[in-house]
């Protein structure tokens, strides 16, 4: 029994590494092993911390000493912390290491990182019927710049208008656990052909850019938002910049926040010409957060929490959020969120939404289960969609009235899979939903499925 009552946390070295119990949390962590695997229900895959839900009723912790020990000399491979029952995150297998998904209209591109005995390559796809039917995989080139990390939540990121595409990935650097700067790369004839782009710091920038999004605006406009170093109290900051050549070249690099969580996906949003906003994690009260641009990103405000539980962690949850955009029947716009919460009291997946901007957030509603974890939404006419992994498997519930009423949540992904990180995108009328699961021997793959909601 390990008693951490009126203490912040306790730290216990196991085989050399940090087991870190925090007595207001409902987490346990182990940091420094690279490669872990507990049981078939404590399977992580990831290079930051490994974290394990526990009972937090009570101040007390169990912690089964030589069953974690003897799982720890055991391990043959890492994955990342999710908890007890909780959706794994992808093992380190064959098969489909991460995926991105862009739509214009009923025009989509899918990237994906495939995986093969350790070598990763990188392959695109077009639909023109919404995702029914796809082109022959173009594999794009990355002899030269090796991608470094592609796993569901810091995977390489893909972004299109009309015939110009832009990819971008994590080359192999310095930086801890191999991280290193962007590279991008770009088609200007729908994917037919790729040459190598610039980085959207500099070509001679160096530092680690990591759990990135990309987005693009009527006009063409791409942005891209990430986590860098900086010597800000978090060691993490917010950073974004643009293109106004479909990725040629980039401009307006900037630090929007100086501190943020170091490994938390961001989910940036272009609903019109120059406005663009990004979902983030924040440092120090881990809650999620805004910032926004209505010029093209020609400056940059923070607009404050998106849903606030006041939640104290020091540690990432490796956990991102949803952000759509939404008109109501009056013509005003407004912002829908998925954010999730480790805090004692309200663990969980919450909907908000905001009717002015982002000034002030609606009351969080629970969606899903206290195991319902990464998540995405998009919105159609009246309709929100939230799609979320929950119990290896993924749901999706409808929110008619733009959330003011919500069906009952159903399982979309197949039994017997564990399916994780869905993606929402809309394809005119209807919405697909994109997810990477598992099978029983242990290959990873992509699936998707379409969703009328009118």
Known sequence: MVDVSGRESLELGVRGSLVQIWSTQPYFEIIGLKKLVLSTNLDFEGDMFYRFLTNNTRRQFVVGTMLLTMALSAAPHVVKGQGYGQPTRQTVGNGTASIDVFAQGLTVDLLTTERDDGDLTLHHRRSLDGGKTWRAPRVIDTSLKPIALASRGNEPQIVAHNEHIVVHWSTKGTARFGAGPMVTAISDDAGNSWRLGSNPVSDDFSGPQNFADMAADDKGTFYVAWIGSHDGPAGRALEVARSRDFGKSWEQHEIVDASSCACCWNKMIASRDGDVRVLYRDYGIRDMALASTGNAGESWSLDGTVGEFNWEFAGCPHVGGGLA?????????????????GHSERHGLYWVKSTNGGSTWTEPRPIGGERSRHAD?????????????????IWVSLGRGLGARWSEPRQISRENHVASHPIVIQTGKMFRIFWTERDEFGVNAWRSEALVTE
Do not use: M, R
Not at 325 to 341: I, P, Q
Not at 384 to 389: F, K, P, S
């Open 325 to 341: 955009t939404a008109t109501d029947t009056k013509g005003n716009e407004e912002l829908h969120a998925l954010v999730w919460t």
């Open 377 to 393: 939404l998009g919105v159609n006419g009246q309709t929100v969609v939230a799609a979320w992994d929950e119990a290896w498997g």
